[in-house]
């Protein structure tokens, strides 16, 4: 897959690289097929030359030519193309067929070097005939001149003029026999008529210069056969043509071969070229459609986007109005109290006022921080033994009295058995609840509220708690939007009937970490049901483990109120930064019996306690987060000095993982601020005696 | 990229493709052979023809060539030009009986001219040289005439600015052996000594020749002379024995290696005192004659042909008939 993945990849360059050797190739072949025209060409050229060369000779034999000037010119002709053909050679190569041809013309060139010697020797020997007979006419004359004085009979001008004809005669050649005989018959006639045959006289000069002539005659008539003897010449030629031939038709199969690859490679390269193409277009729309895609959910994602950070706006705009709320009250009454002139009832029902307030902003934080725990994922819970009970009793105990202030009836129904244990996180499941009554309380201005326990032994690893109300009711168009973050059913809501807004939407996601759901039922004007549904951990139940679905609420706010009340005695070393503080938390501890003294930081408390007498500190009670030196530091300083005493940090995290971070700089317990009266006492109550002296 | 790819080799084929089918042009070559006077010698009986000039030189080229045949740079020291021997103002010889060069070293050959030369059939008395070319690069390097290395020569001409310059004009490689060579037989090709009172006979002017160069001009036939001294050149056209009737050099005495003729450069004994029969145009102007130089007269020189290329002893009125027809052959010494 990925070899044909290159292969398609680099389809061009493959094509191009098988390509261009067959273009080479073909170029090779086209080239040695233009030498072979060539050589041909020039052959044939040379062969012309050579005919007219022939023609020259024989005309110039036959005195039809004056000069050598054409000859000499064709000569020249024929001797450059042989230069070009032995240039050619030098071109032609490979192959045996060539190596034949390339034999024969160095045999053809050898042999017309040879037959272009012989023209020079044709020349020459003419040239000497040529002279000779250029001159006999003058000689002749003048024997004739003599003889016809002496010759009375005339029979020996009669045989001179025969050996002249003989002698002049070119096509008569080579008979040096019949000159002798014709001048041996004049010589006898001379001598019969008397006349003188002396060396030097003109007559026998004259059939000298025959002799001469004749024999001239046989050499050049010689040269001349052997000049335009055109046989081997031809035979050359011929053999040179056949090799040619045969080399030609296979270089031309070649060369047709090439083409049609080179044309398939065409073809290839086309079809390449156009799905490529077709390709290239088909990935562009690919592209567009994934751009489209892209592009139309960036637009849906920046519109929920938009509308999560407007739901936020609007949620921070809710928390801005419902936190100055209770401020406002807060400070307002804070300033009423300093009036001096107000009876005792109006100064209570100002604290009053203050405190609930208090508690309501303290509760729209500690919602805050927990919706954003779960935003985090951060949000974890216990599986713990739980008795349903319990949990039951404390959210009647808790939310019953407030609904009866309202005027609703508030009704706890029970199946005939519960479990006497199931495995969950108490307090998670106590938020759940407290918080759907709570919502009931709010929408609910007649009628009932009711908290129903389902469970069936048969299915014990689930239980259902209902939360019914006969109020307002939700519309169907937001039921589906009541677990949403930040948003009520309507933002009048919230206007309406106070809260934050996160109620559900906690409730909703604590419910799914402990294993279950809340799903919800509402009509419109007659009332809503909440139904949590929990898992309980169980796996089976047997019937011992069942108990009664009815019980007695627990004196538990009795005990609580007991707490607050109870004197300590001991010494109470208070590290805290804040001014405010300082002074509220003093004077708890001072109205529990106890006495303080203040530190303003980490450093200044391990300076108080280590360094002076230590016998007059019995706790400490250290705020985490100061500067100089932290709570966490100055704990463990504390304790890696050897001091053993009790230290309870205060802080204003409310995390879990912030509390295991105390515990493991060394402190011995946990206050969240802001301070809760109740809780400082059940902490106290831990590490100090209790003071019954002045109770 | 693909695309690209794509095209580019279809482009590459297409190219090599139209190249196959085109031919892939030549690279500029030196001058092509001008095309000579047609040899006319068929057809008529008249064994000797008028001459006319080369067409078709590059004037350009002649031109330099004539800075270069004059130019004593081309020797060894700087003092012998081609010019030196071949003195176009006296026939394009040096009128003396053997040639002297380099450092006054004296030759062993009489120097044959320069004119007309371009229509001998092959170069030196000898005819060792095809080519004017092949020719002209013999004198340049001989020790005893101009006695000039090749590097020496390159050296100089492309020292030279204007040489420098007209050789990269002319020629695509610019001073090279060869270009120089060219460039001096192309010279050499326009130095045809035309318009002679013969050739004027020859086209019909009858009164272009006295009367006594009239009867040379038949006795140069009727004696035979015109076998081998014919056609427009009046010889040089073909090799001849010096020597037909009677031994030549065994009358003269001191056989020299130049003597030999071919039989130096072929080494068969058919071609011992064969010489290229020079031609006789402008011969009034370059005595001393024959290979040896050994006639200082023109009369002496066709007494001497007449005993022993023809078997003839030529009455004097004879010799003077011919020496005044040769003197006929004189034309216009172009330079």
């Known amino acids: 897959m990925n070899l044909l993945g290159h292969i398609a990849r680099l389809r061009f360059v493959i094509l191009a690289t098988i390509a261009i050797p067959i273009v080479g190739l073909l170029f090779d072949t086209s080239m040695r097929l233009e030498v072979h025209q060539e050589t041909t060409r020039v052959l044939r050229e040379i062969e012309r030359i050579e005919v007219v060369i022939n023609r020259d000779l024989l005309e110039l034999r036959h005195g039809h030519q004056a000069n050598f000037d054409s000859l000499v010119a064709s000569k020249q002709r024929a001797h450059e193309r042989v230069q070009a053909l032995s240039d050619l050679t030098k071109r032609l190569y490979r192959g045996d067929a060539e190596a034949g041809a390339l034999d024969c013309i160095d045999s053809l060139c050898r042999l017309l070097d040879r037959r272009h010697a012989l023209l020079e020797r044709f020349k020459t020997e003419s040239a000497v005939l040529n002279n000779s007979l250029r001159y006999f006419p003058d000689a002749l004359g003048r024997a004739m001149a003599k003889l016809s004085v002496e010759d009375e009979s005339g029979k020996a001008v009669q045989e001179l003029s025969a050996l002249a004809v003989h002698a002049l005669d070119p096509a008569i050649g080579g008979s040096e026999a019949s000159i002798e005989e014709l001048t041996a018959a004049m010589r006898q006639t001379m001598r019969e008529t008397g006349i003188s045959t002396n060396g030097s006289g003109p007559v026998p000069a004259l059939w ?165 725990k779960i935003e985090a994922g951060k949000m974890t819970v216990e599986r713990i033994e739980t008795e349903p009970r319990e949990i039951i009793d404390g959210v009647e105990n808790m939310m019953g009295p407030k609904a009866r202030e309202q005027g609703l009836e508030f009704r706890m129904e029970w199946p005939e058995q519960v479990p006497r244990r199931i495995y969950t996180d108490p307090m998670r499941l106590t938020q759940i609840l407290v918080n759907l009554v709570g919502n009931a309380l709010k929408f609910t201005k007649k009628g009932h509220i009711s908290v129903r326990v389902d469970f069936a032994p048969e299915q014990p690893e689930r239980m259902r708690i209902e939360v019914q109300d006969s109020g307002v009711g939700i519309p169907a168009d937001r039921v589906d939007h009541l677990f949403e973050a930040f948003s009520q059913a309507d933002t009048s809501t919230t206007r309406r009937f106070g809260g934050t807004g996160l109620g559900l939407t906690i409730s909703g996601r604590l419910a799914q970490l402990l294993g279950g759901s809340i799903t919800v039922t509402s009509e419109e004007g007659s009332g809503s049901t909440f139904t949590v549904e929990t898992a309980t951990g169980l796996t089976e139940c047997p019937p011992e483990d069942l108990t009664a679905g009815t019980a007695a609420p627990r004196a538990r706010t009795a005990t609580a109120r007991a707490q607050t009340r109870t004197r300590y005695s001991g010494h109470v070393l208070l590290v805290e930064d804040g001014l405010d503080n300082q002074r509220l938390i003093s004077r708890i501890l001072s109205k529990k019996g106890l006495q303080v003294s203040i530190a303003e930081n980490g450093a200044e408390a391990c300076e108080h306690v280590l360094e002076r007498d230590r016998s007059d500190i019995d706790l400490i009670l250290m705020d985490m987060q100061m500067p100089v030196m932290d709570g966490y530091e100055a704990a463990s300083t504390l304790r890696n000095a050897g001091c053993t005493l009790p230290v309870i940090a205060l802080t204003a995290h409310a995390m879990e993982t912030d509390r295991q971070r105390c515990l493991d700089a060394g402190c011995d317990d946990y206050l969240t601020k802001p301070v809760n009266v109740q809780r400082i006492g059940e902490v106290l109550a831990k590490h100090l005696p209790e003071d019954r002296s002045s109770a | 990229m693909r695309g690209t790819w794509a095209i580019g080799s279809l482009l590459l084929s297409a190219g090599l493709c139209a190249g196959l089918v085109t031919g892939i042009p030549s690279a500029p070559t030196r001058s092509d052979r001008p095309t000579g006077p047609i040899a006319n010698g068929r057809g008529t009986d008249e064994p000797l023809q008028p001459l006319e000039t080369f067409s078709g030189l590059d004037s350009r080229i002649v031109h330099l060539g004539r800075r270069l045949f004059h130019d004593p740079r081309l020797s060894g020291d700087g003092t012998v030009s081609c010019a030196s021997c071949h003195d176009l103002d006296h026939g394009g010889v040096d009128g003396k009986r053997f040639a002297e060069g380099f450092r006054g070293a004296v030759g062993p050959i009489n120097t044959p001219t320069v004119y007309n030369a371009a229509l001998n059939f092959r170069q030196f008395w000898d005819g060792r040289a095809a080519t004017l070319e092949e020719q002209a690069a013999g004198p340049m390097t001989n020790p005893i005439e101009m006695a000039g290395t090749w590097d020496d020569i390159l050296a100089t001409l492309s020292a030279d600015e204007t040489y420098r310059t007209s050789f990269e004009a002319l020629y695509s490689d610019g001073v090279q052996r060869e270009n120089i060579l060219d460039a001096i037989a192309t010279f050499e090709r326009t130095l045809i000594t035309v318009d002679s009172p013969f050739d004027r006979f020859l086209q019909g002017d009858r009164t272009a020749l006295s009367e006594s160069a009239t009867r040379g001009y038949q006795l140069f036939k009727d004696r035979g002379c015109v076998a081998c001294h014919q056609g427009r050149n009046v010889g040089g056209n073909l090799y001849q024995r010096f020597g037909i009737f009677g031994d030549y050099f065994a009358d003269r005495g001191e056989v020299t290696e130049a003597d030999l003729g071919r039989f130096a450069v072929t080494g068969e004994e058919a071609d011992r005192h064969v010489f290229k029969v020079p031609g006789l145009r402008n011969v009034e102007l370059t005595a001393p004659y024959f290979h040896d130089g050994s006639a200082t007269t023109l009369a002496e020189a066709v007494r001497i042909m007449g005993r022993y290329q023809l078997g003839l002893e030529l009455p004097d009125q004879e010799v003077r008939d011919l020496v005044n027809f040769l003197c006929a052959l004189t034309g216009k010494q172009s330079r």
């Open chain 1, 208 to 372: 000298q210069l025959a002799l001469a002539m004749e024999r001239q005659k046989t050499s050049v008539n010689g040269v001349l056969r052997e000049a335009t003897r055109m046989s081997d010449f031809r035979a050359r030629v011929d053999a040179i043509e056949h090799y040619l031939d045969e080399t030609r038709s296979q270089l031309e199969a070649a060369s047709s071969r090439y083409w049609l690859l080179l044309l398939l490679l065409g073809v290839l390269g086309l079809v390449t070229t156009v799905t490529a193409w077709t390709g290239m277009q088909a990935s562009k729309a690919a592209m567009q459609r994934m751009n489209e895609t892209l592009e139309r959910r960036i637009l849906e994602r920046t519109t929920e986007l938009e509308e999560a950070s407007r739901a936020k706006t609007d949620f921070l705009a809710n928390m801005s109005h419902e936190i100055r709320t209770p401020m406002t009250a807060i400070l307002g009454y804070a300033d009423m109290l300093e009036d001096e002139e107000q009876s005792e009832a109006d100064r209570n029902d100002c604290i009053a006022t203050i405190r609930r307030n208090g508690h309501f902003l303290l509760s729209i934080i500690n919602d805050v921080l927990d919706i954003s």
